[in-house]
C-alpha cells in the first residue's frame, strides 16, 4: 500500500508538472497568436494606404488623359509636355505596382538606398566638373 500511495504522489506531482508547462506553452501560444494578428492588421492597413496612393496614381493619368482629349493646348510642344507628365505618372503607378508584387520590403529598401548612393556620387561627380 505504502508503493502505491508514494506511486500516486509522484504521479500527481508529475502530472502537475506537466500541466504547469502546458500551461505557460498555450500562453506563449496565445501571446505569439496575438502578436501575429496585431501584425497582419498592421499589414492590412499598410495594404489599404498603397491602394489609395494607386488609386490617386490612375486617378491622375486618367484626369490627365481627359485633359489631352479637350484640346485645350496650342502647340505640340505644349502636348509633348503633357504626355511627359502622364507618363512619369504612370511609370510611377507601374513601379510602386511592380515593387508590391514582386519584391519585399527588404529588397525595396536596399534598392532605394543604392539609388540615393548613386545620385550622391553622381552629384558629387558634377560639382568637381563644374
Given at each position: 500500500m505504502e508503493n502505491f500511495n508514494n506511486f500516486?504522489?509522484?504521479w500527481s506531482v508529475v502530472s502537475t508538472v506537466f500541466g504547469v508547462l502546458f500551461l505557460i506553452a498555450n500562453v506563449?501560444?496565445?501571446?505569439?497568436y496575438i502578436k501575429e494578428k496585431?501584425?497582419?492588421?498592421?499589414?492590412?492597413?499598410?495594404?489599404?494606404?498603397?491602394v489609395k496612393v494607386w488609386?490617386?496614381?490612375a486617378q491622375g493619368v486618367q484626369m490627365g488623359l481627359f485633359i489631352l482629349t479637350q484640346g485645350k493646348y496650342s502647340t505640340?510642344?505644349?502636348?509633348?509636355?503633357?504626355v511627359k507628365g502622364?507618363?512619369?505618372?504612370?511609370?510611377?503607378?507601374y513601379?510602386?505596382?511592380n515593387e508590391e508584387r514582386l519584391f519585399t520590403d527588404q529588397e525595396i529598401?536596399?534598392?532605394?538606398?543604392?539609388?540615393?548612393?548613386e545620385t550622391q556620387e553622381m552629384l558629387a561627380g558634377l560639382k568637381t566638373t563644374n
Open positions: 500516486l504522489f509522484w506563449a501560444q496565445l501571446v505569439a496585431s501584425l497582419i492588421l498592421k499589414e492590412k492597413e499598410i495594404h489599404k494606404g498603397q488609386q490617386h496614381h505640340v510642344d505644349d502636348l509633348r509636355e503633357a502622364l507618363q512619369q505618372s504612370a511609370q510611377s503607378l513601379i510602386s505596382l529598401k536596399d534598392k532605394q538606398l543604392q539609388k540615393e548612393k
